[in-house]
């Protein structure tokens, strides 16, 4: 099984829908992490937690919110979803223990704003 | 703040050849250096990493990177590519704080393989 499930995989949905992306972990890592990739724009982050109670907003978190209900979960929820939302996003995770805090990536969520 | 430039959007190579993915990067102090690829449709998974130590590392498939600290670069090379090498190759940078590891990815290299 994988370390890091996303689900779902892919969704379409209209404009001004809420919807949720979640991300799982078995790696037992204490950080996790919301990317979303845009052609030629790289990954750019929305938001991270360093634990349970520890929510940071990243680089582009407007519009965006996040929940981690648990250490193994991190859900980012789009409250009223707009077309340049489209893109692919990634759940990521690393382990606050190791001196390089290497991230682990999950398959990946690819979204369609209608 | 940190920036990682990666000057080639697309790379072209034949099967058998040698590749060399540019990366340059921005940032005040000792970094930490990833790099990663994303195959089509796939997440993306760890190919090699620098922090500490010998400039040069050693990473999955045959790559290999150099850590140039007077270029500020971490250039990603692979002597012979193998068709399977096909993806998008991103270069990352994160602050060697321990206090968590926010990276900053460049925008990507597609690379094509020719058979």
């Known amino acids: 099984d994988a370390d890091v499930t996303q689900t779902p995989r892919n969704r379409i949905t209209k404009t001004g829908k809420r919807i949720m992306l979640e991300c799982s972990q078995t790696?037992?890592?204490?950080?996790m992490y919301w990317y979303r990739q845009d052609p030629g724009l790289g990954l750019r982050l929305i938001y991270y937690?360093?634990?349970?109670?520890?929510?940071n907003k990243g680089e582009i978190s407007d519009g965006y919110s996040v929940s981690r209900q648990a250490q193994a979960k991190f859900s980012l929820s789009l409250e009223s979803a707009i077309p340049n939302q489209t893109a692919l996003y990634f759940c990521?995770?690393?382990?606050?223990?190791?001196?390089?805090?290497?991230?682990?990536f999950g398959p990946g969520t690819r979204l369609l704003v209608l | 703040a940190q920036s990682v430039t990666q000057p080639d959007i697309h790379i072209t190579v034949s099967e058998g050849a040698s590749l060399e993915l540019r990366c340059n990067y921005s940032?005040?102090?000792?970094?930490?250096l990833f790099w990663y690829v994303q195959s089509p449709g796939q997440g993306l998974q760890l190919l090699l990493k620098?922090?500490?130590?010998?400039?040069l590392v050693q990473g999955i498939k045959g790559f290999e990177a150099e850590f140039k600290r007077s270029q500020s670069s971490f250039n990603l090379r692979k002597p012979s590519v193998h068709w399977s090498d096909a993806a998008e190759y991103f270069c990352?940078?994160?602050?060697?704080?321990?206090?968590?590891?926010?990276?900053?990815f460049g925008t990507g290299t597609q690379l094509k393989v020719e058979l």
């Open positions: 990521a995770t690393s382990d606050s223990r190791l001196a390089d805090e290497t991230q682990y």
């Open positions: 790696k037992g890592h204490d950080r």
């Open positions: 937690s360093f634990d349970v109670k520890d929510i």
């Open positions: 940032y005040g102090a000792t970094p930490y």
């Open positions: 620098y922090f500490s130590g010998d400039t």
């Open positions: 990352a940078v994160g602050p060697f704080t321990g206090g968590g590891n926010k990276l900053t």
